[in-house]
C-alpha cells in the first residue's frame, strides 16, 4: 500500500480487512518504500516509525566515506540526529573531513573519544536557557559513574547500620 490513509480510507469502507491492512503495515519496512539501497547499506527508514528512534549507524565495520554516505541519505531523509557508534579517533577525523566538504556551512559533527561515538546533528536546536539539547556523552557517563558509587555507598552504609543494630541485640 503506498498510502496509509488510502488503506484506512478501504478499512472503513469495508474494501479491505484488518488483518490485511495490519499485515500490510509490517510489510512496509522491507518494501522499497521502507529502505534506501546505498549499494553498500540498507538505511532502515521505517525504524522511526515502528521503534521511536532513527536508525544508528555502526561505524565499527564502515569506511569514512560510507560513513559520510549514509549521514548524507539520512540527512536527505530529515533526520536531525545523527549517532555514529564504535568508530575509533582516526576514521572520525575522516569522516570530519569528508563531511566538511560536504557541508560547508556546518554538519554539526562532534566526536566523543570516550564513548567512540559520533554525532552528525541538521540543526543545533536551543533550550531556553540558549545550550543545545544535545549533551555529550562523556558527562552522561561519569554521572552514571557517580550514581554507581553513590548507591555502593548507601548499600554500605545501610549495612554498617544494620551490623551495629544487629551486634547490639546480641550484646544484651
Partial sequence: MENIREMLKKV??????????????????????????LGFAKLDTHRKLRQGAAEVIYGAGKTPEQITGIVEAMKKRKQETILITRVD??????????????????????????????SAE???????????????????????????HSRRRLWGIRWNVFMMWASQDFIA
Fill in 12 to 37: 472503513a469502507a469495508g474494501e479491505l480487512s484488518v488483518d490485511n491492512a495490519v499485515l500490510e503495515l509490517k510489510k512496509e519496512p522491507f518494501t522499497a518504500a521502507g529502505y534506501d539501497d
Fill in 89 to 118: 579517533e582516526e576514521k572520525s577525523r575522516e569522516t570530519e573531513h569528508l563531511l566538511a566538504e560536504l557541508y560547508p556551512t556546518g554538519s554539526g559533527y562532534q566526536y566523543f573519544k570516550e564513548a567512540r561515538l559520533q
Fill in 122 to 148: 541538521a540543526s543545533r536546536k536551543k533550550t531556553a536557557l540558549g545550550r543545545s539539547w544535545w549533551r555529550p556523552a562523556e558527562p552522561v557517563i561519569s554521572r552514571s559513574r557517580r550514581r554507581r
